[in-house]
């Protein structure tokens, strides 16, 4: 399966958003298939337990080399470490959760994290009957000590969970401290430096879109006047 050729006055290196969304999608099939010991996989099969179509495994595959044989296809083991080298966890990437309540507390006990390549190494907070407590194994600091903890521990990565009306300062302060990435959970958009790399989860809007779903059906099914 030879790598796709780019297209004149196409950069090789451009990968489009949509095959970047993707590649966590086979992260996640390929250590499910390795975790059950399959050697390899075709991209028909790939495309099935990653929910998208075989053409676009092998265009979003090709973007990064060539990886599979034709009449054979991809070597899980092989083929799981190039994407995570590719989605740069390879190494563990060391994250804060900023904001240790209802949603802060499942953050820091979600299992799922180290699997991933992450590493949640602190959290901060204002509360102060949640400043000092234990969650998951780690201390909840001061959110006023949230610079020294950043550059102590090496933090790369911020899950924000604060209220809506705190996030926007939260998020200046944590780019001021070097985080170059954070994980929005605010239900507000935030602003940053064009550097910093910000991904914002919505949970109201999710459950929006699944109620649009919902309704849908809804009147697929109701009965004709």
Not at 32 to 60: F, P, W
Not at 205 to 221: C, K, M, P, W
Request: net charge negative.
């Amino acid at each position: 399966m030879p790598g796709r050729t780019p297209e004149p006055g196409e950069d090789p290196r451009e990968i489009p958003d949509a095959t970047i969304v993707r590649l966590p999608l086979y992260h996640r099939a390929l250590m499910a298939l390795d975790r059950a010991g399959e050697s390899t996989v075709s991209s028909e099969q790939l495309a099935s337990i990653a929910g998208v179509n075989a053409a676009k495994v092998r265009k979003d595959l090709s973007y990064f080399g060539s990886f599979g044989t034709r009449g054979v296809g991809y070597d899980v083991p092989q083929l799981l470490s190039e994407v995570r080298a590719h989605l740069g966890i390879q190494r563990s990437r060391n994250c804060i959760v900023v904001g240790a309540g209802h949603l802060g507390t499942a953050l820091l006990t979600f299992a799922g994290f180290a699997d991933r390549g992450f590493s949640v190494v602190a959290a901060v907070d204002v509360d102060p009957d949640r400043v000092g407590s234990r969650i998951g194994g780690i201390e909840v600091g001061h959110q006023d000590d949230l610079d020294r903890l950043v550059r102590e521990n090496d933090v790369v990565i911020a899950l924000l969970s604060t209220p809506p009306e705190a996030a926007q300062q939260v998020a200046d302060d944590l780019v001021a401290a070097g985080v170059r990435s954070i994980l929005n959970f605010a239900p507000t958009l935030i602003e940053a430096p064009e550097e910093v790399v910000v991904r914002n989860v919505d949970l109201a809007s999710e459950l929006e879109i699944l109620a649009f779903h919902e309704g849908r059906r809804d009147n697929e099914v109701a009965p004709a006047s």
